[in-house]
């Protein structure tokens, strides 16, 4: 849902700006071929017609993928939609675990749990939790990662 | 030419320097005491503000013509940068007290820094050509905090003052007192109690450092090989530019105008073969100047350990001691461009916890032989003899596609637009891409020994990175939808240290996860015997 949302506004300021280029694009502009600056409507239509079916698998695939997990004091999480990217952080490493949330995440009672360790590599983000298991994650991550805090870095 | 230090009594430092070093702080108590910078420093100060100075006075001069009250107001200027310079000094103190390290600015505001002492990560004491004819150094203190504001920056104090507060920084752990009492009378080095004992040998680099071991000594023939690092070959244009610049700024007041510039570029152009002739001045400079530049700033380059840091030194005209933590090494980076890998010769960095300017500080060997290299990581670091795994045949198409299919598109959109030339060139890199791409896969292994892990890719610039096991953060998996297509995946080891993360490009998929589960079993294991393995698994089941 969050990404359906975020989706609908890259997309509404994607065409946006189309229109814009297109209203920018006079007439007599020589480097534009004269046949694109007679039919600058083209521009946002064009856009618009390849982005559209992105704009609604996008955030379907994104929720499909979208997995985290907190097992054996590892937290894993997956994302992504095209490309794929696995996480795993151990909670010994953590340093700071944030808890937040966006206009929109507040809107639909979900945040987003920050992990952060020594290095931007083994840092991840995990997005879209419902309010209160994003708050417990938080709130347990940061007890376990002051058990097991472990200084190598 | 080195000023004696006993002959300049107005310098509060070097009078009871040792013995409160030895006997204060390394009891644990008693007041360092509040301490100045030298006042040595004034000299420098007004001279590094010269440049600065320069051209509002000339401006002055020039409209005000050389009346008196022109010159009047000069003089005015030159004193006031001697004040600010005189302010400036008498209102900076620092001082050890236990352990942490205040560092004090008490003007109108007033800051004061702490550096609690067990936060230091490494020292960086650097000579500038004018300190260093005043025996002055500048003392950095990094903290690992981040940021150039956030590191402790004593500008200037003695020679010997930076050496004893090295120690005295160094040293900072209770058990091990100052270890100035350990070696014998006949010892000389420089962080001997007293300084007037070394006053004579003043800041002469290469006597003998006391306790150190000397793990590496850059012999000077091996500064030839430079250039082949391409660090400063661009440094002739840059010069070239900074004078072209200058001339712009200063073209006014010379009473440069927009007509005779004109003239001065018809006249140019009038003599194409001047033209040629300059850029292959420069062309010819490029080796030369990159030559005398690294020369310069690596010359009798030295690493020792010491009380169990790695100290690096360096350089001509500008002298730069660095201090490493060695319990915070991590491991080490070696680095080969295309030109130094036919020379067969490697650079050699260290890995770093928490380290700021890691680029320059954590640097343990300049362009030498890598079997020396080698030897000089395994003795300051760790061996590392394991040989790496090759990535799957797929990387290699994966490495060729992507150094060849941008050039064939940018070929083809150049030729469709009519823009032939451009076409041709696009061509010549596509072709020139299928050896990159080649090159680039033979470069790409990873590998682990047992605590050691070991990554590798580039071709341009081949990194091998050699990290420790715990030092690892975490691990992410990157895979983009072509990867998936070829069966890769980037396994990317998060680090603390150093640049934050070690990828292993382009593995098998399976190979990539063998690889991490290897490294550090019990972070994967859960996953892996999950239900659904995560990686390898490009539909996304539940």
């Known amino acids: ?153 | 030419m080195t000023p004696s230090d006993h002959s300049d009594p107005s310098d509060p430092g070097d009078a009871g320097f040792g013995p409160g070093l030895g006997g204060g702080f390394g009891a644990g108590a008693g007041p360092y005491g509040a301490r100045r910078l030298s006042p040595r420093v004034l000299l420098i100060d007004p001279i590094r503000l010269l440049p600065s100075l320069f051209l509002p006075l000339a401006g002055v001069l020039l409209v005000g013509g050389f009346s008196p009250a022109s010159f009047g107001w000069a003089a005015l200027a030159v004193v006031a940068s001697a004040v600010y310079a005189v302010v400036r000094w008498a209102t900076f103190t620092y001082d050890l007290t236990g352990d942490r390290l205040e560092l004090t600015r008490a003007f109108i505001g007033r800051t004061a820094k702490t550096i609690p002492l067990e936060r230091i990560r490494g020292i960086d004491i650097t000579e500038p050509p004018l300190h260093r004819l005043l025996g002055l150094a500048v003392l950095k203190i990094d903290t690992g905090a981040g940021g150039n504001d956030q590191e402790g920056t004593l500008d200037a104090v003695t020679m010997e003052q930076a050496r004893a507060l090295r120690t005295a920084l160094l040293a900072r752990r209770p058990a091990t007192p100052v270890p100035a009492e350990a070696t014998g009378p006949t010892d000389t080095g420089p962080e001997a109690t007293e300084p007037g004992v070394t006053a004579g040998a003043g800041p002469e680099p290469s006597g003998p450092e006391r306790a150190g071991r000397v793990l590496a000594r850059v012999p000077r023939r091996w500064l030839r090989y430079g250039p082949l690092s391409g660090a400063y070959l661009l440094t002739p244009f840059a010069l070239a530019a900074g004078a072209a610049g200058l001339v712009f700024q200063w073209g006014e007041e010379l009473g440069l105008t927009e007509r005779s510039a004109r003239q001065a570029l018809e006249w140019v152009w009038a003599h194409p073969l001047l033209l040629v002739a300059v850029g292959a001045l420069l062309l010819t400079a490029m080796p030369i100047v990159g030559a005398v530049m690294y020369a310069i700033f690596n010359w009798d380059f030295t690493l020792r350990t010491r009380d169990g840091y790695l100290v690096a030194e360096r350089g001509l005209l500008t002298r730069r001691t660095v201090s490493l933590e060695r319990r915070r090494i991590r491991g080490y980076e070696m680095t080969e461009a295309l030109f130094e890998r036919w020379a067969g010769v490697v650079r050699l960095w260290a890995v770093v916890t928490g380290l700021g300017d890691s680029a320059t500080r954590g640097q343990l060997l300049p362009v030498t032989p890598k079997a020396f290299a080698t030897g000089v990581a395994s003795e300051a670091v760790e061996p590392f003899v394991t040989p790496l795994r090759p990535h799957p045949p797929r990387a290699r198409q994966r490495r060729l596609v992507r150094a060849i299919v941008p050039w064939l598109v940018l070929a083809a959109v150049a030729f469709a637009l009519g823009w032939a030339v451009a076409g041709v060139v696009a061509l010549g890199l596509a072709v020139l891409g299928i050896p990159l791409g080649l090159d680039r896969y033979r470069g790409l292994g990873h590998a682990y020994d047992g605590a050691w892990l070991s990554v590798r890719s580039g071709s341009l610039r081949r990194v091998q990175a050699v990290v420790e096991r715990r030092a690892v953060v975490g691990w992410t998996l990157r895979q983009t939808a072509f990867q998936r297509l070829a069966g890769l995946i980037t396994v990317t080891a998060g680090v603390g240290a150093g640049s934050g993360g070690y990828p292993a490009i382009d593995t098998g998929e399976t190979q990539g996860v063998e690889f991490a589960a290897e490294v550090t079993p019990d972070w994967l294991h859960p996953f892996l015997t999950d239900p659904p393995p995560p990686p390898g698994d490009p539909s996304q089941g539940r």
């Open chain 1, 1 to 153: 849902m969050l990404w359906l949302i975020e989706a609908l506004i890259g997309f509404v300021l994607l065409v946006g700006g189309a229109v814009m280029v297109a209203g920018w694009i006079g007439p007599d502009w020589k480097i534009v071929p004269g046949w694109l600056s007679g039919n600058v409507w083209i521009l946002p239509v064009a856009a618009g017609a390849v982005m559209l079916p992105f704009v609604i698998i996008e955030p379907l695939w994104r929720y499909a993928v979208h997995r985290w997990e907190l097992s054996g004091d590892v937290v894993y999480a997956r994302s992504g939609w095209l490309s794929r990217e696995w996480v795993f952080v151990p909670v010994s490493r953590i340093q700071t675990v944030d808890k937040a949330q966006g206009w929109f995440e507040r809107a639909l009672g979900l945040a987003t749990v920050e992990i952060r360790t020594a290095s931007h590599a083994g840092s991840s983000t995990i997005k879209g939790l419902d309010y209160e298991v994003a708050a417990r994650l938080a709130e347990e991550l940061a007890r376990r990662a002051q058990e097991l805090r472990d200084d190598a870095t």
